[in-house]
């Protein structure tokens, strides 16, 4: 894992339990840096694309094929989900260790009752149970690479969104894609 690499897209990974702010904050850190930074969310890819609710090997794969991807085509990108370090942790290691340019990985170190009030205050929360929750719920469940960040429970939204961009080298990164930063259509917006 390292810094800004010229010409070589950035990968993030920010991990972490359901409740955690990870899917919040990743949002955040891909709008502040702009164009050319796509933003895979597991949730996304393992429930509406593949309609799977655990259990099933396929997500890993797909999910790190996914960023294959966007890395490949020029795209900086942003992972983020649980991505529990049992099930994503071996394909998650070594997509990171095949990775030419930067990588950083942030875990999001919360409590379960932490994770829960976070839950309840979500502008779109999944319907789940604090028992369902609990099931799911791994303390520090590090992905064990060099130079893993921690963002503890006490590190507020702000604070994580500035130490992602950061350390990631996302703050200086400029886009690696052929869409123009300010096109028509963004300019509209």
């Known amino acids: 894992m390292g810094g800004i690499s010229e010409g070589q897209p950035t990968l993030v990974v920010i991990r972490g339990n359901s409740g955690s702010g990870k899917t919040t904050t990743a949002r955040e850190v891909r709008r502040r840096f702009g164009r050319g930074c796509a933003l895979v969310e597991q949730d996304y890819l393992r429930r509406v694309i593949l309609r799977e609710h655990g259990g099933n090997p396929v997500a890993p794969a797909f999910i790190t094929g996914t960023v294959r991807a966007a890395l490949d085509a020029g795209y900086h990108v942003i992972l983020e989900g649980i991505l529990d370090a049992k099930s994503h942790g071996p394909l998650l290691r070594r997509l990171i260790a095949e990775h030419t340019g930067p990588s ?13 009030r976070r839950h309840h205050t979500r502008a779109e929360p999944i319907p789940v149970t604090a028992d369902q929750m609990r099931e799911w719920h791994q303390p520090r ?21 500035a130490t992602i961009l950061h350390l990631s080298g996302l703050a200086k990164a400029a886009a690696l894609t052929p869409c123009p930063t300010r096109c028509p259509r963004c300019a509209a917006k």
């Open 104 to 116: 950083a990985v942030f875990y999001f170190d919360v409590s379960f009752d932490e994770t829960v």
């Open 141 to 161: 469940d590090l992905l064990g690479t060099d130079g893993e960040h921690v963002l503890e429970e006490t590190t507020t939204f702000d604070e994580a969104v």
